[in-house]
Nanobody, 121 residues
Framework: QVQLVESGGGLVQAGESLRLSCAASGSSFSGRTITWYRQAPGKQRELVATISTGGMPDYADSVQGRFCISRDNAKNIVYLQIVSLKPEDTAVYYC???????????????WGQGTQVTVSS
């Protein structure tokens, strides 16, 4: 079992920065791929960034260059640093934890409750 708690969202102006956190408790955080997703009102949930167990990041094209994902396995936290925020970044941001082998999910997929990011123009 893994419990995930996101934090760090808020109301910001365009151009500002935020750092979101995903704090994990439970078993084997370091052995899980962590992914940040977001869901804007009326839209489907979309993947924004993933970090592998080895710390390798990957980003959606739409956020490349502005989003930075990192992990601190000693603290069981994954961060999502966002710079130059845009109104279109407004969404609820969720983190997800999975065990993967060869890119294939093994076992359960765990989700947090989300943190709201609102960017005003």
């Amino acid at each position: 079992q893994v419990q995930l708690v996101e934090s760090g969202g808020g109301l910001v102006q365009a151009g500002e920065s935020l750092r979101l956190s995903c704090a994990a408790s439970g078993s084997s955080f370091s052995g899980r791929t962590i992914t940040w997703y977001r869901q804007a009102p009326g839209k489907q949930r979309e993947l924004v960034a993933t970090i592998s167990t080895g710390g390798m990041p990957d980003y959606a094209d739409s956020v490349q260059g502005r989003f930075c994902i990192s992990r601190d396995n000693a603290k069981n936290i994954v961060y999502l640093q966002i710079v130059s925020l845009k109104p279109e970044d407004t969404a609820v941001y969720y983190c997800n934890a999975e065990r993967r082998i060869g890119g294939v999910r093994i076992g359960e997929s765990y989700w947090g409750q989300g943190t709201q990011v609102t960017v005003s123009s």
